[in-house]
T-cell receptor, first 115, second 112 residues
Framework: DQQVKQNSPSLSVQEGRISILNCDYTNSMFDYFLWYKKYPAEGPTFLISISSIKDKNEDGRFTVFLNKSAKHLSLHIVPSQPGDSAVYFCAALPLSNFGNEKLTFGTGTRLTIIP | KAGVTQTPRYLIKTRGQQVTLSCSPISGHRSVSWYQQTPGQGLQFLFEYFSETQRNKGNFPGRFSGRQFSNSRSEMNVSTLELGDSALYLC???????????FGQGTRLTVV
């Protein structure tokens, strides 16, 4: 039972354009969402997060949007750069359930930025 | 400040054997979580240890076990290895909250 879904295994975007990565979740207990970026042979690194009390969080070129009613979030990267080529994982957890905060990850989207 | 260190980086084992993976968290971090990454499955949560106690557990069979020492270092053991256990095993540490976790580079286990 995949509670966090990333339905696009891969995405190719021209350098300088906008990259949009999508994520859907099914568990209503999730109230905190994170995006991680992973290069080959490295562990995931935290990129940006959003609490369920917000619908948008921005950090430089990265913006995460949350639509709670649709149980959907998206990561926008603009402008896309070659160094953004990586696998992106969406993750969710029940932050309010202190002590039971295991991260649930999606299957990842491989983003390729074309120069 | 040193990051999360996992050893070994690569491992090849034979079906039926057992294996122990090690994780040294960031200094001061008391929570250590383990994840299995396989193609098409993303990262799946194995278990979390906090102050030497297992605090959370995922849906893996009993062949997967772990422990945490008083210095917060953690080990993960897999007994009676199966071909399907071939994966990247990632360890993450945090002071306390999962949302603040930092990941190690992982141990690539290949079962032949």
């Amino acid at each position: 039972d995949q509670q966090v879904k990333q339905n696009s295994p891969s995405l190719s975007v021209q350098e300088g354009r906008i990259s949009i990565l999508n994520c859907d979740y099914t568990n209503s207990m999730f109230d905190y969402f994170l995006w991680y970026k992973k290069y080959p042979a490295e562990g995931p690194t935290f990129l940006i997060s959003i609490s369920s009390i917000k619908d948008k969080n921005e950090d430089g070129r990265f913006t995460v949007f949350l639509n709670k009613s649709a149980k959907h979030l998206s990561l926008h990267i603009v402008p896309s750069q070659p160094g953004d080529s990586a696998v992106y994982f969406c993750a969710a957890l029940p932050l309010s359930n202190f002590g039971n905060e295991k991260l649930t990850f999606g299957t990842g989207t491989r983003l390729t930025i074309i120069p | 400040k040193a990051g999360v260190t996992q050893t070994p980086r690569y491992l090849i084992k034979t079906r039926g054997q057992q294996v122990t993976l090690s994780c040294s968290p960031i200094s001061g971090h008391r929570s250590v979580s383990w994840y299995q990454q396989t193609p098409g499955q993303g990262l799946q949560f194995l278990f979390e240890y906090f102050s030497e106690t297992q605090r959370n557990k995922g849906n893996f069979p009993g062949r997967f076990s772990g422990r945490q020492f008083s210095n917060s270092r953690s080990e993960m053991n897999v007994s009676t290895l199966e071909l399907g256990d071939s994966a990247l095993y990632l360890c993450a540490s945090s002071l306390d909250r999962a949302a603040e976790a930092f990941f190690g580079q992982g141990t690539r286990l290949t079962v032949v």
